[in-house]
């Protein structure tokens, strides 16, 4: 995009460029920005806590994680799913295949980390959403999205096609590790439990938790908490059956 980005990088306790550290990418929501997650939850503390480093991003005001045609200040899907990517494992030293990397985030930054997981399941190896925007139709009018990718009542396939809910078919069982959690008094609470019945459907693997909570860092600064213990199980999973195999 031809801007300087802000991005977060939060290095485990004993970080040593002799062991190869897994990622987990951590998308914040709309009207946020990179700071977000370490000034309103534990994230820095859990990354000692579990060993592996937590990447976070700049995301813009409203971007949701698009690249929007034709406007060189919104291709945030090629920023974060390929140059920061790229960067991360050229500077530090990071697990380099989908195997070490996972991918989540809040509200707009739950909608960007599955959409962009799903996208690029060859980059990422699990993904997760806490009250994520999985489906945005429902609110025709609000965040902008209207102003990235035109009225909904014009171009209702332009929303259909950037909808979570609506890239579960590409998902293969398994291939993907995911968890999905929502609070019971969340405006997106509804679109949430919708996806999770639409996984069912499928026949897709996850994990779906939801508990009493609104849309805000109260709730999210409990979520990271087991999100990011799901992450370490499935990157020390990957490990084992790397070991295995190798």
């Not at 000034?39 to 976070?56: E, P, R």
């Not at 996972?102 to 707009?108: E, F, V």
């Not at 609070?183 to 439990?193: I, L, R």
Request: a neutral charge; glycine letters at 8%.
């Amino acid at each position: 995009m031809g801007k300087a980005i802000k991005t977060v990088v939060i290095l485990p306790q004993n970080y040593s460029n002799k062991i190869s550290y897994p990622v987990l990418y951590l998308l914040h929501g709309y009207s946020g920005n990179y700071s977000n997650w370490v000034k309103n939850s534990s994230v820095s503390a859990l990354a000692d806590q579990y060993g592996y480093m937590v990447v976070c991003p700049d995301g813009g005001f409203g971007s949701w994680y698009w690249d929007v045609a034709n406007d060189k200040n919104y291709q945030y899907e090629t920023f974060v799913s390929k140059e920061l990517i790229d960067y991360m494992d050229q500077h530090y030293s990071t697990i380099k295949d989908r195997s070490g990397r996972a991918i989540t985030g809040l509200s707009m930054g739950g909608h960007g980390a599955l959409s962009l997981a799903i996208k690029h399941q060859d980059s990422y190896g699990a993904a997760g959403s806490t009250a994520g925007g999985v489906d945005f139709r429902p609110f025709p009018l609000n965040w902008e999205i209207k102003d990235r990718i035109g009225n909904y009542a014009d171009v209702p396939q332009e929303w259909d096609n950037r909808v979570v809910i609506n890239m579960v078919p590409k998902l293969v069982n398994n291939k993907l590790r995911l968890i999905i959690d929502c609070g019971k008094e969340d405006f997106f609470y509804t679109v949430n439990v919708a996806l999770h019945d639409k996984l069912m459907y499928h026949n897709i693997n996850h994990t779906f938790v939801t508990s009493e909570g609104g849309h805000n860092w109260e709730y999210w600064s409990r979520s990271i908490v087991y999100q990011m213990a799901f992450f370490k199980g499935y990157f020390d999973q990957a490990k084992k059956s790397e070991k295995k195999n190798g």
